[in-house]
């Protein structure tokens, strides 16, 4: 194994120092100093990681299988491209698929895409391409639902290979049975996907065909790289590399790259960097002039800087997005706050600091943070083998409690609304769904939503019904209670998701004032996320620049105001209806026709 940035790892130096000592002392002397020897180190080593061969047992493969399956596949099937990023990006994706916008300009309805690079575009037109016979909202969100599996792979497999260094290795213990490094590094790669899946900011984000999730990919594939390194591997790294940083250039990134791959180059400049490391310096560099390069051509520099609106708002977003993650990885710092130096901490802890500090220069941007949860995830799985019998008791039965009444009340809003009752619960669901709304019921939906919940009481039981002592017990709760609670969302709950997060109804009711012959709408003004509405469920050739109602030559005009904001008289036009939309945004649509 390759050390730290230290030159030495404390064990062997400790024995090497200590065992010529008891030689002179006879057969009997040396025998008590090979003893001791690991009794001292606890004394006088800053490691905190005592764990044992019993600590280590594995996850089992197909339960981490299943969790990362009821993590992935629900709300991929079944829904409509839900506001308002979501739809925006699967509308520049339509647009090049179907060929009403060129390859090289996205656009919908002729507004210019505004950010996200073109490789996210292409990607998701690709696959409406390739698979015509199915949905394109549907064939858009397969290939992001892949990037989204491989960050939780890469996680996984930078936490092994960070795991594996000297440095990130337990103590010895005095009359052995310490764990062995292989087990000991799965075990706390178990605990980092875990961890990944619990964090609460990647639920919604990380399940949208949107740009950041291909900066996702690269900057979990950037992490991998470094680990990678400093584990001694020769090829995968700069592979990884070559690919990471212009990944992210040409989706939107270019800043964060060309800084993550300087942090990387000075990270391998230090006095005792990993061997790794050093060799990975010309590859960084190659990597980081593609990144430029290929940024230049899309035109995907621009700085969105700004300072947060509200400090207090922030705070409270950072809490509950990284939640639990950022608890565990604040313990890692302090715990390991004796080898901060060394690569398992080191290197998580920056990109971390790195992907933050960028969220904060963009106003505390939700979407900017992601990009630290891989990276969050890795630091918080070294406080695993750490962890006070008290703390992991807490976060037990914290994530019992919390993920249960969620659950139940997930059931009673399900039950309220194909019943009736609670009368007053049914009647909050239906005014937050849009008019007309019944819900319409699935046997296959339901049976999902029972396997499910019976699986997490299955796992409420097994986790306190006797002690556990696997490195990652403490993180199983809080990613089987986030996988659950998706799943019944997008089960039990997906009617009146669907309802209230697409634009399906609106667009469907504002289309009966709208005769069947007519194509051409214009929208000027309109947002990005309504020209992609109009354009998917409405079939309509959109004009959405902002002199469109007089440029176009369309004779219906659309545009979108507050529902309580009177509609406006234009020249030229005759208000024709007016349809509202019933959820939290409380957008409305005015529909014109042309009066000369």
């Not at 057969?27 to 044992?52: E, G, Y």
């Not at 090289?104 to 016979?133: C, D, K, N």
């Not at 950037?222 to 591997?233: R, S």
């Not at 369309?554 to 209806?577: H, K, N, Q, T």
């Amino acid at each position: 194994m390759t050390g730290g940035f230290g030159s030495l790892s404390w064990p062997r130096a400790a024995r090497a120092a200590l065992l010529p000592c008891a030689r002179p002392a006879g057969t009997i002397v040396r025998p008590l100093a090979d003893r001791l020897s690991p009794l001292l180190l606890v004394v006088t080593q800053p490691n905190p990681a005592l764990v044992t061969q019993r600590d280590v047992q594995r996850l089992p493969r197909v339960a981490l299988w299943l969790f990362c399956a009821a993590y992935l596949l629900p709300g991929l099937f079944g829904r409509d491209p839900w506001k308002h990023a979501d739809i925006t990006a699967f509308g520049h994706m339509l647009g090049i698929a179907r060929g009403w916008a060129p390859l090289l300009e996205p656009s919908i309805g002729g507004v210019a895409a505004q950010e996200g690079g073109l490789l996210p575009y292409w990607l998701g037109a690709a696959f409406i391409r390739l698979l015509p016979w199915l949905d394109p909202a549907f064939a858009a969100r397969v290939p992001f639902a892949m990037l989204l599996g491989g960050v939780l792979a890469l996680t996984w497999y930078s936490c092994y290979y960070l795991a594996r260094t000297d440095a990130a290795q337990p103590l010895p213990l005095a009359f052995g049975g310490e764990a062995r490094p292989v087990d000991y590094a799965r075990a706390l790669a178990d605990g980092a996907l875990l961890a990944l899946i619990a964090t609460l900011g990647l639920l919604q984000l990380g399940h949208e065909t949107t740009p950041e999730l291909l900066q996702l990919a690269g900057t979990a594939l950037f992490l991998y790289a470094l680990a990678a390194a400093t584990a001694g591997k020769p090829l995968a790294p700069r592979l990884a590399m070559l690919i990471a940083l212009p990944l992210m250039a040409g989706s939107g990134a270019a800043t964060l790259a060309v800084l993550l791959a300087l942090l990387a180059l000075a990270a391998a400049l230090l006095p005792h960097a990993p061997a790794g490391l050093r060799r990975l310096r010309p590859w960084t560099a190659a990597a980081c002039m593609l990144a430029i390069v290929l940024a230049t051509a899309m035109q995907t520099w621009s700085w969105r800087l700004g300072w947060p609106e509200s400090w207090s708002s922030l705070a409270r977003m950072l809490l509950w997005f990284t939640w639990p993650a950022w608890l565990l990885a604040g313990w890692t710092l302090w715990r390991w706050r004796g080898r901060l130096q060394e690569p398992h901490i080191a290197l998580p802890a920056l990109v971390t600091l790195l992907c933050l500090a960028g969220s904060l220069a963009m106003g505390g941007s939700d979407r900017a943070l992601l990009l630290a949860l891989p990276s969050l995830a890795v630091l918080a799985a070294f406080a695993l083998p750490t962890l006070k019998r008290a703390v992991s008791a807490a976060i037990d039965w914290f994530s019992v409690f919390f993920f249960t009444v969620l659950a139940l009340a997930m059931w009673v809003i399900y039950g309220a609304m194909h019943t009736g009752i609670p009368a007053q619960t049914a009647a909050n669901v239906y005014k937050l769904a849009s008019p007309g709304f019944r819900p319409a019921f699935s046997a296959w939906a339901l049976g999902w939503a029972i396997a499910g919940t019976l699986a997490w009481l299955a796992l409420v039981r097994w986790r306190t019904a006797r002690h556990q002592h696997a490195l990652w017990k403490s993180l199983v709760l809080p990613a089987s209670g986030v996988a659950l609670c998706w799943l019944l969302a997008m089960t039990l709950w997906l009617p009146v998701l669907d309802q209230a997060r697409s634009y399906r109804s609106l667009v469907e009711r504002t289309s009966r004032h709208i005769p069947p012959a007519v194509r051409c709408v214009a929208a000027p003004g309109a947002s990005t996320s309504l020209l992609a509405a109009l354009e998917y469920f409405g079939h309509y050739e959109v004009h959405g620049q902002p002199q469109a109602d007089e440029a176009s030559g369309c004779r219906y005009l659309v545009i979108s105001l507050p529902s309580r904001e009177v509609a406006p008289l234009r020249p030229g036009w005759r208000f024709i209806a007016r349809e509202r939309e019933r959820t939290i945004n409380t957008e409305s649509l005015l529909v014109y026709r042309r009066s000369r």
